[in-house]
DNA sequence: CTTTTTGACTTTCTCTGACTTTCAACATAT
DNA sequence: ATATGTTGAAAGTCAGAGAAAGTCAAAAAG
């Protein structure tokens, strides 16, 4: 078996504790493998391309190391999930109760979440009723689209 | 984990208790963390920059200190200003100009840019042309209060 | 031919220490 | 009493050493 594959399968290991982002020390890494530190680049960048759900971040100097994060899409078809599911009305409560959804699943993040409460509140809309969760719903659901 | 980051850690800290300036000793800190002093002066110079939001001054000689000030860069200013200034109406118009302006001023980064835009458009709020105007602009300005 | 492996060279970041500058307090001379 | 000099206690600067990671092209393997 290669040594790219071995280094590979290692490194998807890292993932198995079910945290999405690990970190790794390049030379300790290659020393481990007995390889030359050059040969985990080509790992990471054959390997964790971002068309491969990964995104990679590193540094370099004393005590610099490389982060690959899982990038996972699953966070894309849960969006399109609810999205679907959202009809053509939506109340400033339902509003809330999604937004806390996800932020406990971490598809969105509190600025995010800032962002899309604020506007669809009512106090913003300031619309008839029949109106305001008919524009909600548009604007809600269009901002998803685009988190 | 680096000295460099330790230390930084540890002023970032002494912010917890919500002043907006703190006070240090370089030769202290650096007996404290078992580093040479001209290490803090690293650490301020890479990671307390103005373009991080913070504000340096110090004195030398007997009784010297470094005072570091967390300065809330003019971009809440320059927000307030514009939204001041932008009446009880908005086209879709308006909003392109403004968010290229913000863009280009690095006020907002591009999701902002898309979500702003997007929750403000005319196809996502469908509305009549009296309404349209007079709701983009709340939406707007209260997002942009959220930025 | 394509993919993998290797290594020489480069770039970036951190840490250190010698040397410099500034400041306040105290001392001395006019 | 005022001006000047001295001293010690800070903080500042800068360049060099060291510690990682990045690049790229040639060699090797498949």
Do not use: W
């Amino acid at each position: 078996m290669r040594m790219s594959d071995i280094i590979e399968e290692f490194i998807k290991d890292l993932f198995d504790d079910g945290s999405d982002a690990i970190e790794i020390q390049r030379n300790e890494l290659a020393e481990h493998f007995n390889c030359v530190p050059s040969q985990i680049n080509y790992v990471i960048s054959t390997r964790f391309k971002p068309s491969q759900g990964y995104y990679v971040e590193s540094r370099r100097g004393g005590g610099g190391h490389i982060t690959i994060k899982k990038v996972n899409n699953d966070k894309e078809d849960y969006i399109m999930h609810i999205i679907k599911n959202i009809g053509d009305e939506l109340t400033a409560n339902d509003v809330d109760i999604l937004i806390s959804d996800f932020l406990s699943y971490d598809i969105i993040d509190t600025k995010e979440a800032k962002l899309l409460k604020v506007a669809t509140s009512d106090n913003v809309l300031k619309l008839s009723k029949d109106l305001k969760d008919k524009v909600r719903a548009r604007i809600f659901k269009n901002m998803l689209l685009n988190i």
